[in-house]
């Protein structure tokens, strides 16, 4: 159901990961997260660092905001996108191992920047039955939501990269056996987070696209394959709040994956199957060559497109990002239209002021497509001109 996106015409939000500030240098290992919060030095710099993250989302405009990321660790390339759940749900040894893995092998050889995230793959086996053991998402997203107003988002991987990504399994007789039992378990942990009045949660990276961009199934996974995993992760769950699927060309270290752009037409009649209010696209780094197939396929979901590039340093102009959006508005229509980044800006390499200043132009050029429709526009507290520090006097 719609929740959070629900009455705002042309809402904004991002992914999810902003640049960690250089400060917070706390990190939670293997403790639990309410284990690490009754440390006060941990406390503090977690609430100062999630505080700081929502202040630029609220300060730029962005309607729906997230935690930044927070409670993930500072690992290689954004490791911690994967290794935080490994490591905190129940069936995982206790320690982790350097794990095998062959997705990317060939592509990233010694000398390749993600060579340094395939070897930061220390990552644990399974010993038992999976289950959400110690994931307490919904804690996090309370301390986040306790810091604003407005609607916070929060995101998790999908379990086919977390089945794929373990170091050895004692327990389950196949990978698939594996995948399923992971999304059962995940099911469950978000649907306390439901519960506890999570209004928009965010399944990051279904490899659904990723068939035909790599020309194979995903393990033994094909696109009909992986659909019943989003869907079995997600059972239940829009009937208690809004689902969002977010796909992207990747992020680890803010690469994309592929040498070359990829394209979402192959696959997006399987994308349209998953049980989602909403899918993002990758249309800013990708280019908009795919909005026409998009407007014409997803027809029942609202679409939320990438309009800022995770990928770069260069602060897109808000006419730039007007453009992309009057560009889809061509073939999907304002009330199913969410604005957004592409992906995360938090897994390695940009700073924090490159991010707030994207998310500025995002609103900034979201307020030029408002202002036409003649919609609400959103008040960007960061870009009023009465707040200058400097006299201005064009020439
Ligand atoms: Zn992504």
């Not at 930061?120 to 086996?125: E, F, K, N, Q, T």
Request: glycine share 8%.
């Amino acid at each position: 159901m719609f929740k959070a996106s629900a009455g705002v015409m042309l809402p904004t939000s991002i992914i999810g990961s902003l640049p960690r500030p250089g400060w917070y240098t706390a990190n939670l290992g293997a403790q639990s997260f309410l284990e690490a919060m009754v440390n006060s030095r941990y406390r503090e710099q977690y609430e100062d660092a999630v505080s700081a993250f929502l202040r630029m989302q609220e300060t730029a405009g962005l309607d729906i905001c997230t935690n930044g990321d927070a409670h993930y660790d500072e690992q290689v390339g954004g490791m911690s996108w994967q290794s935080y759940p490994l490591t905190h749900m129940d069936g995982f040894a206790a320690t982790g191992r350097p794990a095998a893995y062959r997705v990317g092998a060939a592509a990233y050889p010694r000398g390749h920047i993600l060579h340094d995230f395939l070897e930061a793959r220390v990552l644990p086996g399974i010993e038992g039955p999976v289950g959400p053991g110690r994931l307490q998402y919904a804690a996090m997203w309370k301390v986040a939501q306790r810091l604003t107003q407005r609607p916070v988002k929060f995101g998790t991987i999908l379990p086919e990269l977390l089945a794929a990504s373990v170091a050895y399994d004692k327990h389950y007789k196949d990978p698939v056996e594996r995948t399923m039992a992971l999304a059962e378990a995940i099911n469950r942990e978000l649907h306390e987070l439901a519960d506890a009045g999570c209004p928009v949660i965010q399944m990051e990276e279904p490899q659904i696209h990723m068939v035909p961009a790599r020309g194979k199934a995903f393990g033994k996974l094909g696109e009909t394959e992986l659909v019943e995993v989003f869907n079995a992760t997600v059972r239940g769950l829009r009937a208690k709040t809004e689902i969002w699927c977010h796909t992207c060309w990747g992020n680890p270290a803010q690469q994309r994956i592929f040498r070359d752009v990829q394209s979402y037409r192959p696959t997006l009649e399987a994308l349209n199957k998953v049980d989602a209010d909403a899918i993002t696209f990758e249309t800013c780094s990708s280019g908009p060559g795919d909005l026409e197939a998009i407007g014409q396929i997803i027809t029942g979901k609202k679409v939320v497109i990438g309009v800022i590039d995770h990928h770069t340093l260069q602060v897109e102009r808000p006419d730039q990002v007007a453009d992309l959006i009057r560009a889809a508005l061509k073939h999907i229509p304002a009330e199913r239209l969410v604005i957004s980044s592409d992906c995360g800006m938090g897994r390695e390499g940009m700073s924090r002021r490159h991010a707030a200043y994207k998310m500025v132009a995002m609103v900034l050029g979201t307020n030029v497509l408002r202002k036409e429709l003649g919609l609400p526009e959103a008040h960007s507290l960061a870009a009023d001109a009465r707040y200058s520090l400097t006299l201005t006097q064009p020439d």
